[in-house]
């Protein structure tokens, strides 16, 4: 299979077949896709103005859709980057095992579905590297009472596809080490609550 330089630069090429280039671009988001590979292609296609069902759709289009996942690709690695170098340090420092903080990021090695959204058609409107950018930020400072990425406080739990809490404002799955036990506890229905030292 051809890595994501390669299928971009087969996006990009002037004179391939417009269904080749656009298949070139879906099959990236196997490679690359922050939202899930449904969530995401949707959100290109909402943003570009692309018919999702379009087999030959404007080259520039999909152009402006590539560049958006390329940036955001580059916002990813730079965090893929940074993360490899502070597990470096804390090797040396005789730290093996990384902490619970850490999870998030093994489940979502290489950005796909770093933010996950459970319903491929609601994903936040903004462009893509300034989601991730939010949501590296909010990891970095530590866990907040909201969503990282639109700042709003309806958090559900939801259990398909994978149980976790779900911001109800813009549809992605908001990493744990995101929020705060409270905030955590909230989301949770009754019976995924853990019990609380009166009740134990």
């Given amino acids: 299979m051809a890595g994501f330089r390669g299928l971009a630069r087969q996006v990009r090429d002037p004179l391939g077949d417009l269904a080749l280039r656009r298949h070139s671009l879906r099959k990236c988001l196997e ?3 922050p939202y899930g590979h449904r969530a995401t292609w949707d959100h290109l296609c909402a943003r ?3 018919d999702p069902e379009d087999r030959a ?4 289009r999909l152009m402006r859709a590539l560049d958006e996942l390329e940036e955001a690709r580059a916002v990813w690695l730079a965090y893929e980057a940074g993360f490899a170098e502070r597990r470096r340090r804390e090797k040396h420092a005789g730290l093996r095992r990384p902490g619970a903080f850490d999870d998030w990021h093994r489940r979502t090695w290489g950005g796909h579905g770093v933010a996950r959204c459970v319903d491929p058609g609601v994903h936040p409107t903004e462009p893509l590297a300034e989601v991730l950018r939010r949501l590296i930020a ?3 400072s530590g866990p907040g009472a909201a969503c990282p990425v639109c700042g709003g406080v309806g958090i559900e739990w939801r259990r398909e596809p994978a149980a976790g809490p779900v911001c109800t404002g813009c549809g992605i799955t908001v990493p744990r ?8 506890a909230r989301a949770r229905p009754p019976r995924f609550a853990r019990p609380t030292a009166a009740a134990a």
């Fill in 48 to 50: 570009h103005g692309i």
């Fill in 177 to 184: 080490p995101a929020l705060t036990d409270r905030a955590l």
């Fill in 57 to 60: 759709p404007d080259p520039e």
């Fill in 138 to 140: 909010a990891l970095g």
């Fill in 31 to 33: 490679i690359f896709a």
